[in-house]
């Protein structure tokens, strides 16, 4: 499938255009990345190829059709009713699938897409107001005070904290958790953070996607509309109903710690209600347990209270240490692996 049509409402930092040509030609000056990227994009190719972010391993390259690319924005402007002419702000690096994937919705249903430079506070100094971001758990907790500027934005890459659900409760901009992956050209559910009528909340999926649990209870995806094989993943879930489900974690992840399983994840759910700095919980080797439950906190607390969280006996850690800094893929998100490669245990 060759690329050779855009939306004609397109608009890239203010700029119409009216051919590839003139969108080549505007970019090559503009971004070497995106300028690379487009040239791929309107190429003969059917497919292109993109990296995965490594969070979970080690990070591959993946080939993914232009066609199944083209109906993953079609789907995210359905459901967020995202018509031609929205304004749109960019703040996400083009390397990865997430940004990629800003601009080929913009393309495709012609949007007026603004990009700034990627940085972890995207809104500050910015004076316009958007219909619709993308960003990451970290932008999201130093963007705040200026949410206000963005009608609905988009969060991914990561999980967004209690705490940090909490400061954005009553914002006026609608937000979103999504799940997804390279494999599925971004999201193919979504969960609201704010403004909630009904509680609690769970992921939904986005139309034409049938989610099921293999015998591991993990998350099970069919959308032959944006991947050509079923994606089988390690994403613990319980299914709600047929296009909801809750996710309580990864199976790589899970602890078993003395014949009893632990979900770090939920864990860390309890713990972000007291604990400010980034942090995470993991199973180290221990002679007596076979794990032992380890807390991981960024930087330096005086004293955390663990008696203050409605922590079972089980998910209590049995040490707690501290690192400068987490080590993170280019994306933000944190490399558990690596960063218990720092501490002696």
């Given at each position: 499938m060759k690329i050779?049509?855009?939306?004609?409402?397109?608009?890239?930092?203010?700029?119409s255009f009216s051919s590839v040509d003139e969108i080549l030609n505007y970019t090559r000056d503009f971004s070497d990345e995106i300028y690379q990227f487009l040239e791929i994009w309107f190429s003969k190719d059917d497919f292109i190829l993109v990296k995965t972010s490594g969070s979970t391993g080690v990070p591959k390259e993946i080939k993914l059709l232009k066609v199944q690319m083209v109906n993953s924005a079609l789907a995210t402007g359905k459901y967020f009713d995202l018509k031609e002419n929205t304004s749109v702000l960019l703040c996400l690096p083009i390397e990865y699938i997430a940004g990629k994937m800003m601009l080929i919705r913009a393309l495709t249903l012609g949007w007026?897409?603004?990009?700034?430079?990627?940085?972890?506070?995207?809104?500050?100094?910015?004076?316009?107001?958007?219909?619709?971001?993308?960003?990451?758990?970290?932008?999201?907790?130093?963007?705040?005070?200026?949410?206000?500027?963005i009608k609905k934005l988009i969060?991914?890459?990561?999980?967004?904290?209690?705490?940090?659900?909490?400061?954005?409760?009553?914002?006026?901009?609608?937000?979103?958790?999504?799940?997804?992956?390279t494999e599925t050209i971004t999201h193919i559910a979504v969960k609201k953070l704010n403004n909630l009528i009904v509680s609690p909340n769970f992921y939904?999926?986005?139309?034409?996607?049938?989610?099921?649990?293999?015998?591991?209870?993990?998350?099970?995806?069919?959308?032959?509309?944006?991947?050509?094989?079923?994606?089988?993943?390690?994403?613990?879930?319980?299914?709600?109903?047929?296009?909801?489900?809750?996710?309580?974690?990864?199976?790589?992840?899970?602890?078993?710690?003395?014949?009893?399983?632990?979900?770090?994840?939920?864990?860390?759910?309890?713990?972000?209600?007291?604990?400010?700095?980034?942090?995470?919980?993991?199973?180290?080797?221990?002679?007596?347990?076979?794990?032992?439950l380890v807390l991981?906190?960024?930087?330096?607390?005086?004293?955390?209270?663990?008696?203050?969280?409605?922590?079972?006996?089980?998910?209590?850690?049995?040490?707690?240490?501290?690192?400068d800094a987490f080590i993170e893929t280019k994306t933000k998100k944190i490399q558990r692996i690596k960063t218990l490669d720092l501490i002696t245990f």
């Open positions: 050779e049509r855009f939306h004609k409402d397109f608009k890239l930092n203010k700029v007026c897409l603004d990009v700034v430079e990627v940085n972890s506070n995207p809104l500050n100094g910015i004076q316009k107001k958007y219909d619709f971001s993308a960003m990451v758990p970290l932008q999201l907790e130093n963007s705040i005070n200026d949410l206000y500027k969060v991914g890459g990561g999980v967004v904290s209690k705490q940090l659900q909490q400061k954005i409760k009553k914002s006026t901009c609608n937000i979103f958790a999504t799940y997804g992956m939904q999926v986005l139309p034409n996607v049938k989610i099921y649990k293999d015998a591991r209870s993990c998350l099970v995806i069919n959308a032959s509309e944006v991947s050509s094989e079923i994606v089988f993943t390690n994403d613990i879930v319980d299914l709600i109903s047929d296009n909801q489900f809750d996710w309580l974690g990864r199976f790589d992840n899970v602890i078993n710690s003395g014949g009893v399983k632990l979900h770090p994840e939920r864990i860390e759910e309890k713990l972000s209600k007291i604990i400010t700095a980034r942090f995470f919980v993991a199973g180290v080797s221990d002679e007596k347990l076979g794990e032992k991981v906190v960024e930087g330096k607390l005086e004293a955390i209270e663990l008696k203050n969280v409605n922590l079972s006996k089980f998910e209590i850690p049995k040490e707690i240490y501290f690192v």
